[in-house]
């Protein structure tokens, strides 16, 4: 399982999202990008396991690079952080069809919480496809 991780900002709340998702996937690879150039050109090398992008916009210019960019996030599962609670940001970050969306002055639990169920989920469908692959042999 590979985690794709964008954190351009620095501060508390990058500090804290970071160590959310390292709790929540302590097993997984994650790679921190820092520049959408960076994420954008590991989006396009093909990847064995599944991958989870979790996204930081740590304002309105590096969410529309992100925006951006969307077709070459369309077959990977979001988790995208909002920087503000302004209706045009939003609706910015709902283009990017996340499987879950939330900002930077909510609880972060939240986000831990819905990548380790995603992760969970991951691991059942892989272990059903062992199982098939089994049974039809």
């Given at each position: 399982?590979?985690?794709?991780?964008?954190?351009?900002?620095?501060?508390?709340?990058?500090?804290?999202?970071?160590?959310?998702?390292?709790?929540?996937?302590?097993?997984?690879?994650?790679?921190?990008?820092?520049?959408?150039?960076?994420?954008?050109?590991?989006?396009?090398?093909?990847?064995e396991s599944p991958t989870i992008a979790v996204l930081l916009a740590g304002d309105e210019e590096d969410l529309l690079s992100i925006v951006?960019?969307?077709?070459?996030?369309?077959?990977?599962?979001?988790?995208?952080?909002?920087?503000v609670r302004e209706e045009h940001i939003t609706a910015m970050g709902h283009r990017l069809s996340p499987r879950f969306l939330t900002?930077?002055?909510s609880d972060f639990a939240e986000v831990g919480a819905v990548l380790e169920k995603m992760l969970e989920n991951y691991k059942k469908k892989e272990a059903m496809e062992e199982w098939y692959k089994i049974w039809e042999s």
């Open positions: 399982m590979n985690v794709l991780f964008y954190i351009p900002v620095t501060g508390e709340a990058g500090e804290r999202i970071h160590r959310v998702v390292e709790m929540a996937a302590p097993k997984a690879r994650t790679e921190v990008f820092r520049s959408i150039k960076d994420l954008s050109w590991r989006l396009c090398r093909p990847t951006s960019i969307r077709h070459l996030l369309s077959e990977i599962p979001v988790i995208i952080i909002l920087p900002y930077m002055d």
